[in-house]
Each structure stands twice: as structure tokens, then as C-alpha cells.
């Protein structure tokens, strides 16, 4: 598939630089009248034995870039020739499909809009596939187009801190709910509303926009709290607030959870599985990291948990989030702990993950990624810095003390650091990602280490609907050779945000 993008890409070298010089733009459909609905499949019945197959690369130009459009029309192994295969989108003007190789047919959409979702539809020998491009206001040159995660991992529920494995055979998300998390944390997403934060009684925090079972997402923790797709009942008896019916805790907790995804042949993310503690779905670690490669299923896992254990106070003041590390069977769920109560009503659990052994757990850590000298993790919502601890974070012995990277200075807010090769990646302000090259063996606290920052994506600064108004939780795979950089962005929708996992293939 490389050698078709890059062949795509030198043939439309030669073409106009101008979007308006394009041939016959084109406008697609109302885009809601259900043709683009990429959850549902058109296939003919007819031909069976043809595959109609769609990739996106992009043209870099003045202005907004031409996202190419890919196609193969192929009758099993053999090219399909001279076939009429159609583009259409809602989101963009496009242009007809030529054949620029045997079976090979490329056409070319100009986005609308700086930011969003661009929903393309290709049709040709019977088959139709529905497939959606990324629009992002900025991109390093080394990357190519980007798309949401196909598969099973973006609902219009809430999909936060993700992570791909090395071999971009696994996807984890952290953070699932069916609501809208971000508003629900903040009260509301109006300026106007001042509800307080995490409202038991805001649309926000009842709202079930995602899906709450099935193959989506089975065996959600706290399904049973839901009362209706409009209400949600916010209580934790397995830490003591068993609440009746329709009385509701003064905060809400809508049900949250953590699950993994299995990459599929096609490229997509299916099979759903969960890594999260059984507490009646109100709490789950977040920032899930590889510590290598995983071997086969079996894999180590490197995450951040605020311990509800004492959320009460019954063991002491609140650390806050704090780092710990865990073994697991990828494909199937773990339960990393079980929550009940003891003879004098403190919550406990059956077992725990081992504890990250830094010096101090005072104060805030999160996000973390691993490397081979060292663990790095950020102060996010706090003083929004990226830590380094040198030492064996799966170890015994204590870390060193965590120094503030130099790359966090006090006018921005660097958070969600991730580590590949010789390079640190990072999210600055919520609204782009970079990397710095670190030298080897070099002080991460030392100016001196880093190289120039490299832009990777940056979202829009808009408050439009269908706008990207965020992006971060960089991570990177090499899966066939080929490095894929996965990330986190927002979309702003009619009634709030919505959090998604997105991904783009280098160059």
C-alpha cells in the first residue's frame, strides 16, 4: 500500500497547485441523508469475488491540503481495469477518479472546513466503501493524512488517554464513558450554565451517548446504575454509598471504565476488552503505557490511579494520582482489584497493583512512559510539567528524584509525554503535539539535551461545530514497518465535545 500512496503521490505532483483549478468539483449530499454512515457496510451481492479497498495520503498546498483518495478494484488477485469508480463526500468539494495504474484509481477532496471529519464514499465494481479522513489546521510534512481509529473505538460516548502497543497490535483506552465526560466534569460546556462541576443532575453526566453493551462495549462496569438513556444513578455501594432508589450522590459518576481493542486483518480495532478495577464502574486508572513490546498476550503495563481505597479519608490525607504497574493477559479482562467494604465500612480490596517505587508520592503524577533509563510522567490539571525519574520503574530499588524536564517552561503546559526512540512526544496547551530529540545519555533536566521542537499535529482554535478544538496523548507503533503516530483529539459537536482516538501513518 505504500508503494500505491507514494506512486499517487508523484502523480499528483504534476497536477494544479490551486484547489479551484481542480477539474469538475464537485458537492455530495445532504450529510444526513444516512449514505455515509460508515457504521453500516454496502456490499452487491453480485462479484464476489471482488475487493474494493481505500487509503488516504495527502497533497501539501497553500491553504488547506487535497486529501488523496486511494482505491484498489481488484477481482482476487487480479487488477479490475478500466471500471467506473465514483467519490463523493458531504464534507468537501472532489473531483472524478482516474486510473492511475492498473486497478489503481485516485481522486482528490478539498476539505470545507480547516478542521474535522471528512466522510468520503467510493464506489466501483459493485462495492462500496465508506471511509472517514481527519482534517487537522496543522501537520509535521513527515506524517501523511489522518483518520479516526476504524473499528469499535469511537462512539459518540467519551474515549480519552489512549495508547497503542510498539507492534500496533493492541489499542488501549483508558477512559470510556457513554456520556459527555469533559462537560460533565466541568458542569456544563456553556459559558451561560453555571452548574457546578461533576453535576449529579446536569444532562451531561446522565445523557448515555455512547453505547453501554453489546459488542460495543460488553460487560460495561455500572451498566446497571443506568436508569434510562436520560438517567443515571450516581452510587458506589462497594465503597460504602449505596444510595436508594432515585437519590442520587452529591457528585456524579456516571460509569467509567478502561478497554482494550485487538487490531483486526482490514486495519480496523475490534474485539473489546477491559483492564480496570470492579467498583461499580466509578473510577479506573488512566495513562495506560506499555513498558515493551508485548509478547504475544502477555504484556506489562505502566499506568496512573487516584486509590479510592481511601476516598474518604480512612487511610490518611489524599496523595492524589500516583503510578503503579500491573501484568496482564491482553484479549481477555483483567480485574485488577475488587472492591468491598471491611468490619468498620473502609472500602479495601482483594489485591493491587505494585507501586512505581519514586522517592515521594506526594502530589500528582500521571501519564507516564517508560524508557531504558528512566520513567517520564506529567503533573497534568497541576502545574501541567513533565517529570523524569531515573531508575527501574518495574524494580525494587527507589527512583531517583524526579526532576521537571527542560522542555516545561512556566508560560505553556506541557503534559502526556511518550517516549519512541530518540525522541520525547508531548502535548503543549491541549492544542498541539510536539518532540524534541533527546542526546544520548543527556540530562533531561539540561536545556542543553534537547533539540529543536518538531511540530506533529495541531488542532483549530475554533469553537465551530465539527471542529478539532483539541488534540494530545501522542503514541507511536511500528506495524509493518511503517510508524503510525495515535492520538487524542476533540471534536466540537451541536451540544458539547466529543473525545475521540485518531491516527496517522508516517511518510
Given at each position: 500500500m505504500r508503494t500505491l500512496l507514494?506512486?499517487?503521490?508523484?502523480?499528483?505532483?504534476?497536477?494544479?497547485?490551486?484547489?479551484?483549478?481542480?477539474?469538475?468539483?464537485?458537492?455530495?449530499?445532504?450529510?444526513?441523508?444516512?449514505?455515509?454512515?460508515?457504521?453500516?457496510?454496502?456490499?452487491?451481492?453480485?462479484?464476489?469475488?471482488?475487493?474494493?479497498?481505500?487509503?488516504?495520503?495527502?497533497?501539501?498546498?497553500?491553504?488547506?491540503?487535497?486529501?488523496?483518495?486511494?482505491?484498489?478494484?481488484?477481482?482476487g488477485a487480479?487488477?479490475?481495469?478500466?471500471?467506473?469508480?465514483?467519490?463523493?463526500?458531504?464534507?468537501?468539494?472532489?473531483?472524478?477518479?482516474?486510473?492511475?495504474?492498473?486497478?489503481?484509481?485516485?481522486?482528490?477532496?478539498?476539505?470545507?472546513?480547516?478542521?474535522?471529519?471528512?466522510?468520503?464514499?467510493?464506489?466501483?465494481?459493485?462495492?462500496?466503501?465508506?471511509?472517514?479522513?481527519?482534517?487537522?489546521?496543522?501537520?509535521?510534512?513527515?506524517?501523511?493524512?489522518?483518520?479516526?481509529?476504524?473499528?469499535?473505538?469511537?462512539?459518540?460516548?467519551?474515549?480519552?488517554?489512549?495508547?497503542?502497543?510498539?507492534?500496533?497490535?493492541?489499542?488501549?483506552?483508558?477512559?470510556?464513558?457513554?456520556?459527555?465526560?469533559?462537560?460533565?466534569?466541568?458542569?456544563?460546556?456553556?459559558?451561560?450554565?453555571?452548574?457546578?462541576?461533576?453535576?449529579?443532575?446536569?444532562?451531561?453526566c446522565n445523557n448515555s451517548l455512547g453505547p453501554i453493551g453489546g459488542k460495543l462495549r460488553p460487560r460495561l462496569p455500572g451498566r446497571s446504575r443506568i436508569v434510562s438513556l436520560t438517567q443515571i444513578h450516581d452510587e458506589a455501594p462497594s465503597l460504602g454509598y449505596d444510595q436508594p432508589d432515585g437519590?442520587?450522590?452529591?457528585?456524579?459518576?456516571?460509569?467509567?471504565?478502561?478497554?482494550?481493542?485487538?487490531?483486526?486483518?482490514?486495519?480496523?480495532?475490534?474485539?473489546?476488552?477491559?483492564?480496570?478495577?470492579?467498583?461499580?464502574?466509578?473510577?479506573?486508572?488512566?495513562?495506560?503505557?506499555?513498558?515493551?513490546?508485548?509478547?504475544?498476550t502477555a504484556a506489562r503495563l505502566v499506568f496512573a490511579y487516584d486509590d479510592l481505597r481511601n476516598i474518604r479519608g480512612d487511610w490518611g490525607p489524599p496523595m492524589g494520582p500516583d503510578l503503579f504497574h500491573a501484568d496482564v493477559s491482553l484479549g481477555v479482562d483483567t480485574n485488577l482489584g475488587t472492591y468491598s467494604l471491611d468490619a468498620q465500612g473502609r472500602p479495601i480490596t482483594d489485591r493491587f497493583p505494585a507501586a512505581v517505587p519514586l522517592p515521594d508520592r506526594v502530589g500528582q503524577q500521571g501519564n507516564p512512559s517508560v524508557s531504558s533509563d528512566g520513567i517520564w510522567f506529567d503533573t497534568e490539571t497541576a502545574q501541567d510539567d513533565i517529570f523524569f525519574a531515573a531508575g527501574d520503574p518495574l524494580g525494587a530499588a527507589t527512583l531517583a528524584t524526579p526532576r521537571k524536564v527542560a522542555l516545561s517552561t512556566p508560560e505553556r503546559k506541557e503534559t502526556q509525554p511518550y517516549w519512541h526512540g530518540d525522541r520525547l512526544y508531548y502535548a503543549i496547551d491541549q492544542n498541539r503535539i510536539t518532540s524534541s530529540a533527546r542526546a544520548w545519555g543527556g540530562d533531561p533536566a539540561l536545556a542543553s539535551t534537547w533539540g529543536p521542537e518538531r511540530l506533529e499535529l495541531a488542532s483549530e482554535a475554533s469553537?465551530?461545530?465539527?471542529?478539532?478544538?483539541?488534540?494530545?496523548?501522542?503514541?507511536?507503533?511500528?506495524?509493518?514497518?511503517?510508524?503510525?503516530?495515535?492520538?487524542?483529539?476533540?471534536?466540537?459537536?451541536?451540544?458539547?465535545?466529543?473525545?475521540?482516538?485518531?491516527?496517522?501513518?508516517?511518510?
Open positions: 507514494l506512486f499517487a503521490a508523484l502523480l499528483t505532483a504534476c497536477a494544479p497547485q490551486s484547489s479551484t483549478e481542480l477539474p469538475e468539483l464537485s458537492r455530495g449530499p445532504d450529510p444526513d441523508d444516512g449514505s455515509y454512515d460508515t457504521r453500516e457496510a454496502e456490499l452487491s451481492s453480485f462479484a464476489t469475488q471482488t475487493t474494493l479497498t481505500v487509503a488516504f495520503d495527502r497533497l501539501e498546498q497553500p491553504g488547506a491540503d487535497l486529501i488523496i483518495v486511494v482505491s484498489q478494484l481488484r477481482n487480479t487488477p479490475i481495469t478500466g471500471a467506473l469508480v465514483t467519490l463523493s463526500t458531504p464534507d468537501g468539494l472532489y473531483s472524478e477518479v482516474i486510473e492511475a495504474a492498473p486497478g489503481v484509481y485516485v481522486g482528490y477532496v478539498l476539505p470545507l472546513q480547516p478542521t474535522g471529519h471528512v466522510r468520503v464514499r467510493v464506489a466501483g465494481g459493485g462495492r462500496v466503501v465508506k471511509k472517514t479522513a481527519l482534517a487537522l489546521a496543522e501537520l509535521g510534512p513527515h506524517w501523511g493524512q489522518p483518520e479516526p481509529v476504524p473499528g469499535l473505538v469511537n462512539t459518540p460516548g467519551y474515549e480519552d488517554s489512549a495508547e497503542v502497543s510498539p507492534d500496533g497490535e493492541w489499542l488501549l483506552v483508558s477512559d470510556y464513558s457513554p456520556v459527555d465526560m469533559v462537560c460533565c466534569i466541568f458542569g456544563s460546556c456553556d459559558p451561560a450554565d453555571l452548574r457546578p462541576s461533576l453535576d449529579p443532575s446536569a444532562p451531561h437519590v442520587d450522590l452529591p457528585i456524579a459518576l456516571p460509569p467509567l471504565t478502561s478497554y482494550g481493542f485487538r487490531r483486526q486483518p482490514d486495519g480496523s480495532f475490534g474485539a473489546p476488552f477491559q483492564i480496570t478495577f470492579a467498583n461499580d464502574g466509578v473510577g479506573t486508572p488512566f495513562g495506560y503505557t506499555f513498558a515493551a513490546a508485548p509478547v504475544g469553537s465551530r461545530v465539527g471542529a478539532v478544538i483539541a488534540i494530545g496523548e501522542p503514541s507511536i507503533s511500528v506495524h509493518a514497518g511503517i510508524a503510525e503516530l495515535y492520538f487524542v483529539y476533540v471534536v466540537k459537536t451541536a451540544t458539547g465535545l466529543d473525545v475521540n482516538v485518531g491516527r496517522v501513518r508516517a511518510r
